[in-house]
């Protein structure tokens, strides 16, 4: 992503007036790096803002394309990373996950995890696409566990 171009100056000033407007708190929040959230086929689904104070992420912003507000809130503890704010696991440990998937699908080709948004807005949690001769899976990651379905195949009532 070009932090310059616009699309990332209109997602972070619509984050910072969210956050700026939070019901209930009279903590300043400075909005951070949006960072993207995709869909499980690979779209562009919304950005994810840091709410940063003092340097540490302290609230998220979900952000719509255009610019349009999704959620805002502040988080009970701090996060390394926005994907670790709403899926429990950093980017780096979604990376990690990677081996162990390669461990139980030898025969597989497996993609570099992907933040995705499974379903509605705020269902976030890493996607893995195993393929293989034998089976082509989608393989979810949160810190609340793993889960799968055939590729390509929409989640059931989403």
């Not at 999704?70 to 899926?87: E, F, K, P, S």
């Not at 570099?112 to 807005?121: I, M, T």
């Not at 393929?131 to 799968?148: E, H, M, N, P, R």
Request: glycine share 14%; net charge neutral.
């Amino acid at each position: 992503m070009d932090e310059n171009a616009p699309e990332p100056d209109r997602i972070r000033q619509s984050a910072a007036a969210a956050f700026a407007a939070l019901p209930g708190s009279d903590i300043k929040f400075a909005a951070g790096h949006p960072e993207r959230v995709y869909s499980p086929e690979g779209h562009p689904a919304y950005w994810l803002v840091p709410g940063l104070v003092g340097g540490r992420i302290q609230g998220i912003a979900r952000i719509l394309e255009g610019g349009r507000v999704a959620t805002v809130g502040g988080l009970r503890a701090a996060a390394t990373d926005c994907a670790q704010a709403v899926t429990g696991l950093c980017a780096s440990e979604a990376f990690r996950l990677t081996k162990g998937l390669a461990v139980q699908y030898p025969d597989a080709e497996i993609s570099r995890p992907l933040l995705v948004s499974d379903g509605p807005v705020g269902r976030e949690a890493w996607l893995y696409h195993v393929k293989s001769a034998a089976q082509d899976l989608w393989i979810f990651a949160t810190g609340g566990g793993v889960y799968s379905r055939p590729a390509g195949k929409p989640l059931a009532g989403g």
